[in-house]
C-alpha cells in the first residue's frame, strides 16, 4: 500500500511562486512515475508534471513549461512541484499521484496511476 500526502499549497499572487511537496509512504519503487494533476470546477482532473523515479525523464503539459519544475527527493521519498510565475488560471486542487511506468515517458494521464493523495489548494489572485 501506498500512502501519499500533499502539502504546501495556499494563496499567493499572480508572479509569484509555491513549492508542492507530495510524501510518499510504502512501497514506491524506483521503477515507478509519480505526477502532478490539478482539477477545478470547471475542468476534469489534467495531468501537469511526471517523473520517473529512477531516472531523470519528467514531462509536462504545454501550459506549465517553463514555469513549472518537477523533482524527487529518493533520500526523502518526497515529490515537489515549483511553481513559478503563478497565473489566475493556475488556481486549482492539486494532486500527487505515484504508479508503474509504461511505455517510454511518464504519462500525463490519470488512468496510469494507482495511487493518489487527498490534494493541496492553490489560490492564484490577480
Known amino acids: 500500500q501506498v500512502n501519499l500526502v500533499e502539502s504546501g499549497g495556499g494563496s499567493v499572487q499572480a508572479g509569484g511562486s509555491l513549492r508542492l511537496s507530495c510524501a510518499a509512504s510504502g512501497l514506491v519503487h524506483v521503477s515507478w512515475c509519480m505526477g502532478w494533476f490539478r482539477r477545478t470546477p470547471e475542468k476534469e482532473r489534467e495531468g501537469i508534471a511526471s517523473?520517473?523515479?529512477?531516472?531523470?525523464?519528467?514531462d509536462y503539459t504545454d501550459s506549465v513549461k517553463g514555469r513549472f519544475t518537477i523533482s524527487h527527493d529518493k533520500a526523502k521519498n518526497t515529490l515537489y512541484l515549483q511553481m513559478d510565475s503563478l497565473k489566475p488560471e493556475d488556481e486549482a486542487l492539486y494532486f500527487c499521484?505515484?504508479?508503474?511506468?509504461?511505455?517510454?515517458?511518464?504519462?500525463?494521464?490519470?488512468?496510469?496511476?494507482?495511487?493518489w493523495g487527498q490534494g493541496t489548494q492553490v489560490i492564484v489572485s490577480a
Open positions: 517523473l520517473y523515479i529512477g531516472g531523470t525523464l519528467t
Open positions: 499521484a505515484a504508479g508503474p511506468k509504461s511505455g517510454g515517458k511518464c504519462s500525463l494521464n490519470d488512468g496510469r496511476y494507482n495511487y
